[in-house]
């Protein structure tokens, strides 16, 4: 449990000390951390997304794990509802809160960021899991994307290490993405979130006072003129920075790389970096460093002087004996198994993408409202 | 056709009813037990019922119970508010009815304006200092309430002052039975100057806004900090106040301000002596009196303005309105050319930080702060409206100075 505690209710009949020396300090305090430090959109407890994850070919008749991880910050309070394909059966489930109704299972996801529930598989078949979600501290719902299982081997999951086929590097669900700031002042660090990007956190810093600092991120295809950098690449993008005035604007950049990416490249992990594309030089690794991972990505940063076309690329890891391929092993008839989970297909193109939506209606509302009011206030002159 | 005219009679009485009713029951949504504390698995039962397509609660209410949860430990809020009444809150606070400019300045300071749904016509008023909350119907006046058009809004809450014509207990009797919220608070100082830090206080916790208020504390405190100890060693020079209406076109009961009154209050911080300090809080006193205590300044509130003049023609004309029949020209305010016209508004409520600068400049011109800028910073870091750029201010006049930005 990881809840948030509360203020204890108050009275308002105790007398409030004044005291102004403490307080100049704490002003003080204020000011030299708004100064110092970045200047970041805060992390709202809220889930952006389910994915689950399903052995695709689970053997006849054997008990399997599927895992539903919930893309989001703590506090969490979800609720799920998951549909078991016909012929399967629901066995037990490590949520404490959920409700089996027939082949419907209801979950009450109560802070936690993942949860699993065991399943047994037919003696023969396939089937489809299908599900969706509802964050109750947001506004966010949306539906997880399909799982196609088929008892015995195979499925649309099945891709994976010694299976010969290679999947598609995972696109992210925003591809393109544009920000604005009004005012940008000397040296002040001004940061940006992106949400289901390659690109997590820009921060920019300008050497002189800027404003209509317009920035576009997109990730692209590698235009033909341009040669391809050293090792292999996992994602092209170009981010574009414009400003009014002049001034040497320069950047941080967070990005991540599914972690499925650099196992099915065999990328050693330590040698993903960016690089940034300058038509007169060539192309320049930036000095990239990891900074986290968790279960689907691994996080690096790097720093640049300039805005241009970019590329994450990484090294393929020196062949190593001591780490042998694993190989899937056939489960007899019966046996229970627990085949390491593979991610699901990404989502359907008619799934929601959640909190882009509400983004892109904000952003919407808030200028009509503004030409609303640019409106009446030219009526009222 | 006599049954559909019965029929649509009926709609139309039931339409009517519907358009007036009580909110949300009172009580923390899925409190099974109603012991005020919401379990996790209280939580979860009403998910999994809800998610099963039955049970009473709407979506809604069921993210108000796991924001209860979440973020209040499960526990419902509760005050005491100004007039001394138990104020306890059982769901989030989304929709807000303020009755006075006070309240709607500290809502706007919280970050809070979204949540406004209905106001007054004074804060209608003033589009420039509240452009979003300006915009909100407007349910009567400072003295005059529509309480059904408030019960039609459905608010969560309605915050109304503890004392007056439209005060918090009238508001609570007026909307008994349509579960509002009422709550009350002045939000602006009183005789008692860390009350309105107290309700601001409150109010923050009750909409989910401390660290804004915490941020404006702290802004405030510093400023306050830095006159108090600036002005404590110096010498408090006597200091006469009034405001219009009070004292223009009167040689007798002109009226001042004595201890407790929010403006002696502000002038004692600023670094002043004013010479009505053993008497009333609302003295009357004749010309001839203030020629026997002679200040040293004389400072007249005045102007239906939020924080300054565009030009000086409307504090002049007052001053001269002011000074018009009286023998003042013997009194050292007079000689020093310190007989001062400021806007009004510099007591009002949070306003007040940049009132206390203000006032304190003017009696010690030489405090190395500049009001101007105290009221750029409130404008921008705190209401988030732009301070208009370009055109000078006139922040205080007094014949022969003016204090502009």
Same mark, same amino acid.
């Given at each position: 449990?990881?809840?948030?505690?509360?203020?204890?209710?108050?009275?308002?009949?105790?007398?409030?000390?004044?005291?102004?020396?403490?307080?100049?300090?704490?002003?003080?305090?204020?000011?030299?951390?708004?100064?110092?430090l970045?200047?970041?959109?805060?992390?709202?407890?809220?889930v952006?997304?389910?994915?689950?994850?399903?052995?695709?070919?689970?053997?006849?008749?054997?008990?399997?794990?599927?895992?539903?991880?919930?893309?989001?910050?703590?506090?969490?309070?979800?609720?799920l509802?998951?549909?078991?394909?016909?012929?399967?059966?629901?066995?037990?489930?490590?949520?404490?809160?959920?409700?089996?109704?027939?082949?419907?299972?209801?979950?009450?996801?109560?802070? =936690?960021?993942?949860?699993?529930?065991?399943?047994?598989?037919?003696?023969?078949?396939?089937?489809?899991?299908?599900? #969706?979600?509802?964050?109750?501290?947001?506004?966010?719902?949306?539906?997880?994307?399909?799982?196609?299982?088929?008892?015995?081997?195979?499925?649309?999951?099945?891709?994976?290490?010694?299976?010969?086929?290679?999947?598609?590097?995972?696109?992210?669900?925003?591809?393109?993405?544009?920000?604005?700031?009004?005012?940008?002042?000397?040296?002040?660090?001004?940061?940006?979130l992106?949400?289901?990007?390659?690109?997590?956190l820009?921060?920019?810093?300008?050497?002189?006072?800027?404003?209509?600092?317009k920035?576009?991120?997109?990730r692209?295809a590698?235009?033909?003129?341009?040669?391809?950098?050293?090792?292999?690449?996992?994602?092209?993008?170009?981010?574009?920075?414009?400003?009014?005035?002049?001034?040497?604007?320069?950047?941080?950049?967070?990005?991540?790389?599914?972690?499925?990416?650099?196992?099915?490249?065999?990328?050693?992990?330590?040698?993903?970096?960016?690089?940034?594309?300058?038509?007169?030089?060539?192309?320049?690794?930036?000095?990239?460093?990891?900074?986290?991972?968790?279960?689907?990505?691994?996080?690096?940063?790097?720093?640049?002087?300039g805005? #241009?076309?970019?590329?994450?690329?990484?090294?393929?890891?020196?062949?190593?004996?001591?780490?042998?391929?694993?190989?899937?092993?056939p489960t007899?008839?019966g046996?229970?198994?627990?085949?390491?989970?593979?991610h699901?297909?990404a989502p359907?193109?008619?799934?929601a993408?959640?909190? /882009?939506?509400?983004?892109?209606?904000?952003? #919407?509302?808030?200028?009509?409202?503004f030409?609303?009011?640019?409106?009446?206030k030219?009526?009222?002159? | 056709?006599?049954?559909?005219?019965?029929?649509?009679?009926?709609l139309?009485?039931?339409?009517?009813?519907?358009a007036v009713?009580p909110?949300?029951?009172?009580?923390?949504?899925?409190?099974?037990?109603?012991?005020?504390?919401?379990?996790?698995?209280?939580?979860?039962?009403?998910?999994?019922?809800?998610?099963?397509?039955?049970?009473?609660?709407?979506?809604?209410?069921?993210?108000?119970?796991?924001?209860?949860?979440?973020?209040?430990?499960?526990?419902?809020r509760?005050?005491?508010?100004?007039?001394?009444?138990?104020?306890?809150?059982?769901?989030?606070?989304?929709?807000?009815?303020?009755?006075? #400019?006070?309240?709607?300045?500290?809502?706007?300071?919280?970050?809070?304006?979204?949540?406004?749904?209905?106001?007054?016509?004074?804060?209608?008023?003033?589009?420039?200092?509240?452009?979003?909350?300006?915009?909100?119907?407007?349910?009567?006046?400072?003295?005059?309430?529509?309480?059904?058009?408030?019960?039609?809004?459905?608010?969560?809450?309605?915050?109304a002052?503890?004392?007056?014509?439209?005060?918090?207990?009238?508001?609570?009797?007026?909307?008994?039975?349509?579960?509002?919220?009422?709550?009350? /608070?002045?939000?602006?100082?009183?005789?008692?100057?860390?009350?309105?830090?107290e309700?601001?206080? =409150?109010?923050?916790?009750?909409?989910?806004?401390e660290?804004?208020?915490?941020?404006?504390?702290?802004?405030h405190?510093?400023?306050?900090?830095?006159?108090?100890?600036?002005?404590a060693d110096?010498?408090?020079?006597?200091?006469?106040?009034?405001?219009?209406?009070?004292?223009?076109?009167?040689?007798?009961?002109?009226?001042?301000?004595?201890?407790?009154?929010i403006?002696?209050q502000?002038?004692?911080k600023?670094g002043?002596?004013?010479?009505?300090?053993?008497e009333?809080?609302?003295?009357?006193?004749?010309?001839?009196?203030?020629?026997?205590?002679?200040?040293?300044?004389?400072?007249?509130?005045?102007?239906?303005?939020?924080?300054?003049?565009?030009t000086?023609?409307?504090?002049?004309?007052?001053?001269?309105?002011?000074?018009?029949?009286?023998?003042?020209?013997?009194?050292?305010?007079t000689?020093?050319?310190?007989?001062?016209?400021?806007?009004?508004?510099?007591?009002?409520?949070?306003e007040?930080?940049?009132?206390?600068?203000l006032?304190?400049?003017l009696?010690?011109?030489d405090?190395?702060?500049?009001?101007?800028?105290?009221?750029? =910073?409130?404008?921008?870091?705190?209401?988030?409206?732009?301070?208009?750029?370009?055109?000078?201010?006139?922040?205080?006049?007094?014949?022969?100075?003016?204090?502009?930005?």
């Amino acid at each position: 449990m990881n809840r948030v505690s509360a203020a204890p209710a108050r009275g308002g009949s105790g007398e409030r000390r004044r005291e102004p020396v403490r307080s100049l300090l704490l002003l003080i305090l204020l000011a030299a951390a708004l100064l110092t430090l970045p200047v970041l959109v805060a992390d709202a407890a809220e889930v952006t997304g389910v994915s689950r994850h399903a052995p695709a070919g689970p053997a006849p008749n054997a008990e399997f794990e599927v895992t539903l991880i919930l893309t989001g910050n703590e506090p969490v309070v979800v609720g799920l509802i998951e549909t078991i394909p016909e012929g399967f059966s629901f066995v037990s489930t490590t949520c404490e809160h959920y409700q089996l109704s027939g082949r419907q299972v209801a979950f009450a996801v109560i802070d =936690e960021l993942a949860i699993t529930y065991r399943v047994q598989a037919p003696a023969s078949g396939e089937g489809t899991f299908t599900g #969706s979600w509802v964050d109750l501290l947001s506004v966010h719902e949306g539906k997880i994307a399909d799982t196609i299982v088929m008892v015995g081997g195979g499925g649309a999951g099945a891709i994976g290490e010694g299976s010969g086929a290679v999947p598609t590097p995972a696109v992210p669900a925003v591809t393109k993405v544009s920000r604005t700031i009004p005012t940008l002042d000397p040296f002040e660090d001004v940061a940006m979130l992106f949400e289901d990007m390659d690109i997590t956190l820009l921060a920019l810093t300008a050497d002189a006072r800027v404003s209509e600092v317009k920035i576009e991120v997109e990730r692209v295809a590698k235009p033909g003129a341009v040669p391809a950098p050293s090792g292999t690449v996992y994602a092209y993008l170009t981010i574009e920075v414009t400003h009014e005035e002049l001034a040497n604007l320069e950047g941080r950049i967070e990005c991540k790389v599914p972690r499925s990416w650099l196992t099915t490249h065999t990328i050693d992990e330590s040698t993903v970096a960016l690089c940034r594309y300058e038509p007169t030089v060539g192309w320049i690794q930036l000095a990239t460093a990891k900074t986290s991972e968790d279960t689907e990505f691994s996080y690096y940063e790097a720093r640049t002087t300039g805005f #241009s076309l970019f590329a994450i690329t990484g090294m393929k890891a020196a062949p190593s004996a001591a780490t042998p391929t694993p190989v899937a092993t056939p489960t007899p008839s019966g046996a229970t198994s627990t085949p390491s989970p593979s991610h699901s297909a990404a989502p359907s193109p008619t799934a929601a993408i959640p909190g /882009f939506e509400a983004v892109v209606m904000t952003f #919407s509302l808030l200028i009509t409202c503004f030409g609303i009011m640019k409106r009446l206030k030219g009526g009222a002159k | 056709m006599r049954r559909v005219v019965v029929f649509m009679a009926l709609l139309v009485a039931v339409a009517m009813m519907a358009a007036v009713q009580p909110a949300a029951a009172a009580g923390i949504p899925g409190d099974g037990n109603i012991d005020n504390q919401l379990t996790e698995q209280e939580l979860a039962s009403s998910i999994l019922t809800h998610l099963a397509g039955g049970g009473t609660l709407t979506r809604a209410e069921i993210r108000d119970a796991a924001h209860v949860y979440a973020y209040w430990n499960g526990e419902p809020r509760s005050i005491v508010d100004t007039a001394g009444r138990n104020v306890t809150i059982y769901r989030p606070v989304k929709k807000i009815v303020i009755l006075s #400019s006070d309240s709607a300045r500290a809502i706007q300071i919280l970050g809070a304006e979204d949540k406004v749904v209905g106001i007054t016509e004074t804060i209608k008023n003033f589009p420039f200092y509240f452009p979003t909350i300006s915009q909100r119907q407007v349910v009567g006046t400072w003295k005059e309430v529509d309480w059904e058009a408030v019960a039609r809004l459905e608010p969560d809450m309605l915050i109304a002052p503890p004392t007056g014509t439209v005060n918090v207990n009238l508001a609570a009797d007026k909307l008994k039975g349509f579960n509002i919220t009422v709550v009350g /608070f002045y939000l602006y100082v009183t005789a008692n100057y860390d009350q309105v830090f107290e309700e601001f206080d =409150e109010l923050a916790y009750l909409v989910e806004k401390e660290e804004e208020a915490a941020q404006f504390i702290a802004w405030h405190d510093g400023y306050l900090a830095q006159v108090e100890e600036f002005v404590a060693d110096r010498e408090k020079p006597d200091v006469f106040l009034t405001y219009t209406a009070g004292a223009i076109g009167k040689t007798s009961d002109i009226s001042s301000y004595g201890p407790g009154s929010i403006f002696y209050q502000l002038c004692v911080k600023a670094g002043g002596r004013p010479i009505t300090e053993n008497e009333t809080s609302n003295p009357k006193v004749s010309a001839e009196w203030v020629v026997a205590k002679n200040p040293d300044m004389m400072i007249m509130i005045c102007g239906n303005v939020f924080g300054w003049w565009d030009t000086t023609s409307e504090p002049a004309d007052l001053l001269q309105q002011l000074l018009a029949g009286k023998s003042w020209g013997t009194l050292n305010a007079t000689k020093n050319n310190t007989i001062y016209a400021v806007p009004w508004s510099v007591t009002n409520g949070f306003e007040h930080t940049y009132g206390i600068v203000l006032l304190a400049k003017l009696l010690h011109p030489d405090l190395p702060i500049e009001p101007g800028k105290v009221s750029q =910073e409130f404008l921008e870091d705190f209401l988030r409206v732009d301070y208009p750029e370009g055109e000078k201010k006139v922040l205080a006049y007094s014949g022969s100075t003016v204090l502009m930005t």
